[in-house]
């Protein structure tokens, strides 16, 4: 079977296609036939050597993938031969809390990823994905998709009439406004870009600020909620925005941190997450449970996945090169 692969050393230069065996069906093991995968920025980090650069090579790239079982190991009970799944993030995090073992099953790195022709994953490391949507669409969930859930629904406990500060219109970000909206909540978002912040308003974003032409979009965030602050941040910005995030959540709010696309090093007065108890939580994406939640309300809820651009195989290093340029508007898939 053909896969990309990180081969020698880290660099988009050196993701080049690589012929690998067919994997076999190992007991509590499923292969998946992949028909697309979709690109997240730590896939980025990761190929680069920004992410892990202990990260052992060659490694296959990517953690989000959807696709066919093509065929089942001994013992499966979760999945049948045919069933349409998406990967999960972690292969070893079910349910439950996270744990440092489970952290360490993510796909993609260190466990081989998505970029390939088929698979082998765990049964419990597959999700059936609502019929509705295609291949592509159900490869943009398991990591951006979840992250989003985890952070405003599971650990964040939205509720109708809450006010919600998206940053950006990547994939957490545009998953998060449809999370939120469909919990009943409204929603601000930043970007850089107006057309961007017109498309956002198309998906349901009830107001958009352009960070560039206003810099203290902490204080017109304040300013759009009567001075009270938003009840929950998606921090996709980390060290360089935390503080400002800071600044536009209300007392007894959520910052989500989830993102470090400006930095992971901030320096920052704590005095505003004491002073307004503000909730504090890192979220590395979630668990299988969490992602089969998601799929039934984003099934009740008829959530289309927004895809910015579908590359080719042959074009991975194109569309990782496309993601770096900041200029997609959520996902960015390959069809394989």
Known sequence: ???????????????????????????????????????????????????????????????????????????????????????????GWTDGPITKAKARTSVGGPISG??????????????????????????????????????????????????????????????????????GARVLITSSSDAKLARAKELGADAGINYKTTPDWDKEVLARTDGLGVHHVVEVGGAGTLGKSLNAVRHGGVVSVIGVLSGVAPELSILPILHKSVRLQGIYVGSTAMFAAMNRAIAQNGIRPVIDRVFALEEAGAALAHLESGAHFGKIVIRI
């Open 1 to 91: 079977m053909k896969a990309y692969a990180i081969q020698n050393q880290f660099g988009l230069e050196n993701l080049k296609p690589l012929d690998l065996p067919d994997p076999n069906p190992e007991p509590g093991r499923v292969v998946v036939r992949v028909r697309a995968a979709s690109l997240n920025y730590r896939d980025l980090m990761m190929v680069m050597g920004r992410y892990d650069p202990r990260q052992p090579l060659p490694l296959v790239p990517l953690s989000d993938g959807a696709g066919d079982v093509v065929a089942v190991g001994p013992g499966v009970t979760q999945v049948k031969v045919g069933d349409r799944v998406a990967s999960a993030f972690f292969q």
């Open 114 to 183: 998505m970029l390939a022709e088929r698979v082998a994953l765990s049964e419990h490391g597959v999700v059936k994905f609502p019929d509705f949507l295609s291949y592509e669409e159900a490869a943009t969930l398991p990591c951006a998709a979840v992250t989003a859930w985890n952070g405003l629904i599971t650990e964040g406990r939205l509720q109708p009439g809450d006010t919600v500060l998206v940053q950006g219109t990547g994939g957490v970000s545009l998953f998060a406004l449809q999370f939120a909206k469909a919990t």
